[in-house]
């Protein structure tokens, strides 16, 4: 049983389109949050997934930040960035439905697909919309993002097979123990010197993982940036960010 797997697409419906285009068929569709913000079609790609009918779906800082008006809490350097293409795309076109619809969304799933036990979220499982779990951490720090209480006064690692993870934009596979731990990358806003679209296609059967890019016009999504007639500070921002892979 296949899973496509997709995470931070960002208001970029084309690179979206582009993967849905490019992965072939799949069983499952798991998706791992921040629908908006950044992209300039927000409101498309939250139609397009609505329509896609996701198995699992969680709720990304950003969507978080929308649903309920507040601070997106995401890396300093790109903070600044969020805020403004919050106000001056995500609520100038997301429509009330929309926003409420995002409200509705869990931050965590766990459960069993093909008798693997599985867990996922955007963030980290102990901090599920802001935690940054990344494969250049201490062995430690993975360890203690790994536990589901950012209170426990003795943490230990969820005890699952498959954890599923978003928000840092670059592409992980590791192991940690028995544990697996992937991060498909970012659909709409690659992060990782990248610009392609990324995503990942997990064979249940065997845990076979492929990492899998997709190739899509980013001078259209650029044309549709400069539509919105952003200020060009943070157009240009966008631009530079959408053509490298990189902050």
């Known amino acids: 049983m296949k899973v496509l797997i997709i995470s931070d697409i960002h208001g970029n419906s084309d690179a979206l389109n582009a993967v849905i285009n490019s992965c072939g068929d799949w069983d499952y569709l798991w998706v791992l949050g921040d629908l908006v913000d950044y992209g300039p079609e927000p409101h498309v790609v939250v139609d397009v997934i609505k329509e896609l009918r996701p198995d699992v779906i969680v709720m990304g800082n950003h969507d978080h930040a929308v649903a309920f008006n507040t601070d997106c809490k995401c890396a300093p350097e790109l903070h600044e960035l969020s805020e403004y293409t919050r106000n001056e795309i995500s609520y100038r076109l997301l429509s009330r439905d929309q926003i409420t619809w995002l409200s509705t969304l869990p931050m965590v ?19 599920p919309l802001y935690g940054y779990l990344k494969p250049t951490l201490p062995l430690s720090e993975l360890r203690l993002s790994l536990t589901a209480s950012i209170v426990a006064v003795s943490p230990k690692p969820i005890d699952v097979d498959l954890v599923v993870t978003g928000h840092t934009h670059i592409p992980m596979d590791i192991k940690i123990n028995s544990m697996r731990v992937l991060n498909p990358g970012s659909v709409g806003q690659p992060r990782d010197g990248d610009p392609r679209a990324s995503y990942m296609v997990v064979d ?9 890019r997709a190739k899509y016009d980013i001078n259209k999504v650029i044309s549709k940036l400069r539509s919105l007639n952003l200020d060009v500070r943070y157009f240009v921002w966008l631009e530079k960010i959408l053509t490298e892979g990189g902050v």
Do not use: F, M
């Open 109 to 127: 799933y766990s459960g069993l697909y093909d008798n693997l036990r599985v867990y996922v979220v955007h963030g980290s499982p102990r901090n």
């Open 204 to 212: 249940l059967n065997n845990l076979e993982v492929e990492l899998r």
